[in-house]
Structure formats: C-alpha cells, structure tokens
C-alpha cells in the first residue's frame, strides 16, 4: 500500500500517466482515487504543492468530488494526533478527556465519528509500542455507543486486544466481558476474535487462565468456527508458561497441532514455531524439535532464524550440560539452508559453548564471537555476559585474563556492564589457577562503585 510501503511518488506517477498522456485519458475509479488522495497526502509533505494542485485540478476536471481527499486528509492527521496523546503520560480520562475535544472539533471539518474512524483510533491504542491504553479503549466504546455509532466486530476485537496488552495481563476479566457483551449485542465472533481472547487469558497474571483458555478454544471449535493459525500461536504460548507438567505440555501441544490440522488449517511457519519452542524450552524434547523441522519442510515451510534459535536455546538448557555437538550441527545446517545468523543465534550458541558440563568449551565461544563481529553482527550486553561467563567455568583454570580483555572491549563499545557482568568477571578471579586474583577483584569491585552499579547477592 502507500502509506505501508512509501511508494507515493510511484502511485502519482502512475496517475499521472494514466490521467494525462493522450494514448490513456481514462477516469479515476474511486479505489484509485483513494490511493491517489493518500500519494497526495505525502506529496504535501515532501513540499511539492505544484504537483498537488495539478493532481486536485485534474481530478475536479473528472468530476470527482475532492472533498473526499480533504476528508481522507483530515482524518488522517487526528489519528497521528491521537497516537501522540497516547503515546504520552497521560492515561484513563486525562487522555480520553483531550481526545474528545479534538473529536468535536473534527466535527466542524464535517468529519463524523464513525465506526471506521472509531475502529482505527482502536487499533493505535491496542498496538503502542509501550503497552495499550485499553481504558482509552473502553471510554472510545461508551462514547460510540451514546452516539449511536454501532460497533462491528473489528470494534469489539481492537478493545479486547488493548485489554490483553495490559500490564501483567491484568485485565483477562474485562476482556471476557467485553466478549459476552458482544455476543449479547447480536455481533458474531469470528476467529481472530477467539485469538485475542485467548491471548489476553493467556497473558493473566502467573498464567492462571490457561485452562479457560482452553475451554474458550473449545467454545470455538464447537460453534463450527474455523480456527486460524494465530488461535493455535495464542494457545501455544499460554500453554507454554502454564506451569503444566512437562508430559501433560507435549501431549496437549501435540493433540492441539493435529486439531487444527485436521481442520483443514495449513500450518505456517508462526505455528511450527510455537510448537518447537513447546518442544525444546518445557519438555526438553530438543531432538524431537530437531526433527520438527523435516515436517516444516515437507508442509513447504522454510524455517526461519527464529525456528533455529528456538531449538538452539533447548540445546543451551539442556539439564546436565548443554549439548554442544548438536547445537553445532544445527548451526551448520542453518547456515547451509542459507538462514542468516542473527545476535540471538550467536549469543545464543555462545550460551551452549558456556553452559557445556565440562567447561571446556571457551575457545568454541571466543570463535563464535570473533565469527560474529566478522559478519557484522554488533554484540549486546548479553553476548559479552555470556562470553564472560564461559571464561569462568572451571575450578582452578579460568580464563581471568581473556575475561578482563572482553569485560574492557564491553566498556570500549559503549555498553554498561551491569551487576551480571561484574558477577561473571568476579568468578573468573575466584576460580583462577594458583588462587583467587584478590587485586582485580577489588579493583573491579570499585569500579563497579565507581560505575553506579549496585552489586547484588550475587
């Protein structure tokens, strides 16, 4: 689209041959207008206001009725306006109290509060970067009903997804009654409706709502409602961090993938992932992760760095020591199938190198870091954590020294250690050969204090 991918200049230069060279001379369906008006929008923007008179004196030539460009105009300016009260301090009645001052005055560019305006001042404040303002939500929903303005499903959908975007999950009950209140008011629930509930249930605090996630799944199932691949991606990561036993995870993920299935839902890379990351991080079933991805394959889904870092990070946890021969082959793989290593995959295989149960695997970890920097992917403060940590892990031969070197690279790259940085490096000192390095220690202990970086139990 236009506005999704900045390609205004080419929507008016297609206009324009469309509308002005002598061989085309043909008129504007409304669709076209619409996209036109958009371009318009952008060219204002970018300064070239000839270029827009000409489009708009083009179009009233046609006899299309400009103001339908005004009113796209207008209505797009309130809802950036809108956005940036939202993404402000401000929350509840403060905000909704300056959104609807605004919303009056919109009236007298005669722009009604409509279902498909209301709907898109829903989606922004489902969807901010920071966490939803689900009371705005709730106070947009009143204000169109006493306006008589109906709200459809997209409607009641955009406020239960603000309200499982709430802090800790704390509003699942309102969102189940804002469901049943749907319901009551004769609108049909369809299945991305089903997803958001369940993502709000799943999010409630401690995962305390799984089951009922799991009834309302059967709910849908039962009203012939065809699930999507977001309701199982929902359902999944509820299950996930359930708190369910191991075996009772890997049979309800299992029963679930072959429902939807046999649904007649193609499954997508989205869905292999929510079930390998059941697979390898709950079940510690990484093997079965592994042999995952020969399914995905065989369902014509490619899987993506993503998929292999899920199965890596069940290798890095595996209990015992990770199991660092065959996070390398799938490292290998992954790269042979032409998937990109990305900071979470290197950070990640670093995290195996360090978790090994013999600790002899810092020189595989200093490898893959040089690898990484080499590759152009910048490290974070966990990647240094991580390499540090595994300069530390055996008893009476540290890599003290290495450790210094990367712990000074950390602070050379402009990224803070914190308290776990300083934990990892203390280690190293504890566990040098010969004895502890008591010196560096306390020196790096004041720097820490020097730094502001309150130490910890650890």
Aim: proline share 3%; hydrophobic share 40%.
């Amino acid at each position: 689209s236009v506005e999704e991918g900045g390609q205004w200049e080419r929507v008016l230069g297609l206009y324009e041959e469309m509308v002005l060279k002598e061989r085309y001379r043909l008129n504007p369906t409304q669709s076209v207008v619409l996209q036109v008006a958009c371009a318009l929008n952008f060219a204002r923007k970018a300064g070239q206001e000839e270029r827009v008179s000409q489009a708009l004196e083009e179009l009233q030539m046609k006899g299309v009725d400009i103001s339908l460009i005004s009113y796209r105009r207008v209505v797009g300016r309130f809802v950036d306006t809108v956005r940036n009260l939202l993404q402000g301090e401000k929350r509840g009645h403060a905000v909704w109290n300056d959104v609807l001052r605004r919303l009056k005055r919109l009236g007298f560019h005669g722009v009604s509060t409509d279902v498909e305006l209301c709907n898109r001042l829903l989606e922004v404040a489902a969807s901010l970067p920071g966490g939803s303002q689900w009371e705005f939500s709730l106070l947009l929903l009143d204000h169109m009903k006493e306006r008589g303005v109906q709200p459809d499903e997209m409607t009641w959908r955009s406020v239960i997804d603000a309200l499982s975007r709430a802090p800790r999950g704390s509003q699942w009950a309102r969102a189940l009654s804002v469901f049943d209140q749907m319901q009551s008011e004769g609108c049909t629930p369809t299945s991305d409706t089903f997803a958001v509930l369940i993502q709000a249930l799943g999010r409630a605090r401690g995962w305390s709502q799984w089951k009922k996630a799991l009834g309302i799944f059967q709910t849908m199932r039962n009203s012939g409602i065809v699930p999507t691949s977001r309701v199982f991606v929902c359902l999944l990561r509820a299950l996930e961090k359930s708190g369910e036993t191991q075996s009772t995870c890997l049979s309800v993920a299992t029963r679930l993938f072959d429902d939807i299935k046999a649904a007649g839902v193609v499954p997508n890379v989205d869905m292999y992932n929510a079930l390998i990351s059941i697979l390898a991080k709950n079940t510690g079933d990484t093997l079965a992760a592994v042999k995952m991805l020969g399914e995905m394959t065989r369902d014509g889904c490619e899987p993506t760095s993503t998929t292999f870092n899920l199965i890596l990070n069940g290798f890095a946890n595996t209990a015992g020591g990770s199991q660092c021969e065959w996070a390398q082959y799938l490292f290998r793989v992954m790269k042979q199938r032409g998937v990109k290593p990305t900071l979470i995959t290197y950070s990640t295989m670093i995290n195996v190198m360090s978790n090994a149960c013999d600790g002899s695997k810092w020189e595989e970890a200093l490898e893959l870091f040089e690898e990484m920097k080499e590759q152009k992917v910048m490290p974070d403060s966990i990647t240094y954590n991580t390499l540090i940590k595994a300069m530390r892990t055996i008893p009476g031969d540290s890599q003290w020294e290495k450790a210094i070197e990367v712990f000074e690279e950390m602070k050379n790259q402009g990224i803070q250690p914190d308290p776990y940085s300083y934990s990892n490096l203390f280690r190293c000192f504890a566990n040098a050969e010969g004895g502890s390095k008591v010196d560096e220690a306390l020196f790096y202990f004041q720097d820490m204090r020097a730094q502001g970086v309150q130490p910890n139990m650890r």
